[in-house]
């Protein structure tokens, strides 16, 4: 079943453009084997030398067939174009691949938004990617990322938080998780939703894939958030492509100052859409709106009246005690006090030189 499709892919020239050329023509691979050399005629792209090695048969490899054994007794699916599972959008784009590996649970008639950004992430990026996540999930979309460190991470684990289903999509092989230390991610995306690749199951985390699985982030999404990107990175790439799948490209803004915030800020300036909260995203891909009185807008913390004021002031870019002084007239012995019991309850903390910000497990 498997081995005609691998025994295609291995055939030199024969890329994923092509694949699928032959796929919409020839409907499976058994019957490209199968074709008269006339037949390749149309194929725009396709090499003499190709067609020359496909009409040789199908190549039934010893590596084929223990890919094949090794992803059965992981429990892991191989899933091809001709599958009712393989994702609908991602058969668009215009390289899609021939088949995917794929440990868990895909749904079909999800609506997907891809939420990405820096490894290096801020506390602001982080809360922001969680925080998004978790109300895109409430309000019915399932969220995709790549597994990543930093907003990646965040963003599976909002969406998980919100007992909703998430994708993460690898640029490495499924039993070669990356990074080591989001094993216990990937087993709980398993169980509520999909890991999935490309790739080969034991292929290594090589750089140049990485750029390459971004178009299937952003293929089976139908739009694309970027939370903190630097104007060189992998985010960017996963923009790009989205712009260029016809996707949605949806940017949170930043610091001005950090250049964390460049590449988002960047995409703003290339028109898109500027993104606050989950609302800027249903104006441009509505759903059908579900539990919608379960999105918190505004957090209001069981604290007492003056740690809430106080509380109230801050936000995630540190704010210096004397600004917070000068706004409350508050006593600055007595704002130490409601100042330390807030970063004892974890509400808020303290960086150098006196600056207070809400807390990444608190902020919006």
């Known amino acids: 079943m498997y081995l005609p499709w691998?025994?295609?892919k291995s055939v030199p020239?024969?890329?994923n453009h092509i694949y699928k050329k032959l796929i919409s023509k020839f409907k499976t691979p058994e019957?490209?084997?199968?074709?008269?050399?006339?037949?390749?005629?149309?194929?725009?792209?396709?090499?003499?030398?190709?067609?020359?090695?496909i009409q040789k048969g199908i190549v039934e490899s010893d590596s084929a067939k223990r890919e094949i054994e090794n992803a059965f007794n992981n429990n892991i699916n191989i899933v091809t174009q001709n599958c009712d599972n393989y994702p609908?959008?991602?058969?668009?784009?215009?390289?899609?691949?021939?088949?995917?590996?794929?440990?868990?649970?895909?749904?079909?008639?999800?609506?997907?938004?891809?939420?990405?950004?820096?490894r290096n992430a801020s506390s602001y990026g982080l809360s922001n990617s969680e925080k998004m996540a978790k109300d895109l999930t409430t309000i019915g979309f399932q969220i995709v990322s790549g597994m990543a460190r930093g907003v990646d991470t965040r963003a599976h684990l909002g969406a998980l938080s919100a007992k909703g289903k998430t994708v993460a999509v690898l640029g490495s092989g499924l039993l070669n998780i990356y990074p080591k230390e989001n094993k216990k991610l990937f087993d709980q995306i398993t169980e509520n939703g999909a890991v999935i690749s490309e790739y080969p199951l034991n292929m290594d985390p090589l750089p140049r894939n990485f750029p390459v699985r971004n178009r299937i982030i952003s293929g089976i999404s139908l739009g694309t958030v970027v939370i903190e990107a630097a104007l060189k990175s992998g985010s960017l790439i996963t923009a790009r492509l989205a712009a260029e799948q016809n996707r949605e490209v949806f940017a949170v803004p930043g610091n001005i100052l950090s250049f964390k915030s460049s590449g988002t800020h960047s995409l703003i300036k290339q028109g898109a859409k500027l993104v606050e909260n989950f609302n800027d995203i249903l104006e441009e891909i509505p759903v059908s709106l579900i539990k919608?009185?379960?999105?918190e807008i505004k957090k209001n913390p069981d604290l007492e009246n003056?740690?809430?004021?106080?509380?109230?002031l801050l936000d995630i870019y540190p704010i210096h005690i004397d600004e917070i002084i000068r706004k409350t007239s508050i006593n600055p012995g007595k704002l130490s006090g409601i100042l330390f019991k807030l970063e004892l309850s974890g509400h808020i903390k303290q960086e150098a030189g006196n600056y207070f910000s809400i807390s990444e497990e608190h902020s919006v």
């Open 6 to 8: 691998f025994s295609l």
């Open 13 to 15: 020239g024969i890329g």
């Open 31 to 53: 019957n490209v084997f199968n074709a008269d050399v006339s037949e390749f005629i149309d194929i725009t792209g396709i090499r003499k030398d190709s067609v020359k090695s």
């Open 88 to 118: 609908t959008l991602l058969k668009e784009i215009p390289d899609p691949p021939p088949f995917i590996y794929v440990k868990g649970s895909l749904d079909k008639k999800s609506k997907n938004i891809a939420i990405v950004g820096s």
């Open 292 to 295: 919608i009185e379960d999105i």
């Open 306 to 312: 003056e740690q809430l004021n106080i509380y109230n």
